[in-house]
């Protein structure tokens, strides 16, 4: 996929045969500073939500240099790889493949898209509630925490306070669960 500055990407990807990505507290925390570290430059992120097999970012690209990000990428997922196996005495790819980026391009998407990636760790019954899952934008969103990574305004812009943002996000849950939860 070609990709373009100050154009949206939803940038996700899984593990190698849904082996965990992350084994503790400490893996996430590491994986989100080597993000910060490879694209902070290249990138702005709008939401996140980092499960234990597989991550979801709502991305905006702010780099010209599209062939150096592609690379960051590559080079994030494979150090990522290495501390890992290092870590856990592993050996081999821990990621499938290349990271995927689906274009963003419907702004009336951009809503829905958070809330699917803030509400992953509700679907996978990892949490009763989403905002107790502490490796997702969702705390920031909320007012919860004061994270730097997320940058929430495109999102929050369309509602009246973030506590508008968390009641629009409880009504989805009620209806998505209502829909295909049960």
Do not use: A, E, R
């Given at each position: 996929m070609e990709l373009y500055k100050d154009?949206?990407?939803h940038f996700y990807n899984r593990s190698n045969n849904r082996e965990l990505l992350f084994k503790e507290r400490d893996n996430y925390i590491y994986f989100l500073r080597k993000y910060r570290f490879h694209l902070d430059e290249h990138l702005e992120t709008i939401a996140y939500c980092l499960m234990p097999t597989h991550f979801h970012f709502l991305i905006k690209i702010i780099s010209e240099d599209i062939s150096e990000l592609k690379s960051k990428?590559?080079?994030?997922?494979?150090?990522?790889t290495r501390g890992i196996n290092k870590r856990f005495r592993r050996q081999g790819s821990l990621f499938q493949k290349h990271a995927k980026m689906k274009l963003v391009d419907e702004p009336s998407?951009?809503?829905?898209?958070?809330?699917?990636?803030?509400q992953n760790p509700l679907r996978a019954n990892l949490v009763d509630k989403q905002e107790d899952w502490e490796f997702s934008s969702f705390q920031d969103y909320v007012e919860l925490r004061n994270g730097s990574l997320p940058k929430k305004e495109l999102i929050l812009s369309k509602f009246e306070n973030p506590k508008s943002y968390y009641k629009f996000s409880q009504t989805i849950i009620s209806e998505v669960k209502a829909k295909y939860w049960i």
């Open positions: 154009n949206y990407y990428i590559g080079t994030l997922q494979s150090s990522y998407y951009f809503v829905n898209l958070v809330t699917y990636i803030h």
